[in-house]
């Protein structure tokens, strides 16, 4: 969004969030919001639609700067997904909620903010882990393009961090290099285990990142890792 407003002079472009069951939008910066809420949050609610963040376990309504999910009640709400009644019910509450499976928080002005996804949510140990606050600081080291952390299945926490990262051309940053820097900066236990330096990620046809994927991929790795360093 940055480079958007400072590289092609969209001075006003403004962030609209929802999905297709949404018919998509449920909220929406302006463009007389200030630049910092336009490239940081998804803006506020659109006019005539209730939006509020809940905790996913509970259903209970949460409050300001409280992480939950997203659920949207308005016109714009689908009547259901075709042929597929449980699928609908699962999807849009008796009180004709739309649970959107977002992450996100909601600040004391109204203004929504993204932080994942709750399938993507890695539970270790017992403690819950975004993987995007973890892929958020390992965009902030030199040398990352970009990066993506999912779960890998754990015999002993059920399930531990990995991160697969996209290097800057030139980098020489290793996978302990990003450990060893992930080790000052962040809460031990969200350090990613392990870290593998990739050229691509497995992608949909419409050119979404395939985190299943990426888990499988985690764990044929480690096996072969295994598997060379019993051959040494």
Known sequence: MKKVISDMHCDEITIVYGLTEASPAMTQTSTDDTNERRVSTVGIAMPQIEVKIVDPDTGEKLGPGQQGEICCRGYNIMKGYYKMPEKTAETIDRDGWLHSGDLGTVDEYGYYKIT???KDMIIRGGENIYPREIEEFLYTLDGVRDAQVVGIPDNKYGEIVGAFV???EGADLS????RDCSMQ???RYKVPKHVFIVDEYPMTASGKIQKFKLRQMATELLEKRKHEEEQI
């Open 175 to 178: 996978e302990e290099d990003i």
């Open 166 to 168: 996209m290097l800057q």
């Open 116 to 118: 994942g996804r709750i």
């Open 185 to 187: 900066k962040i809460a």
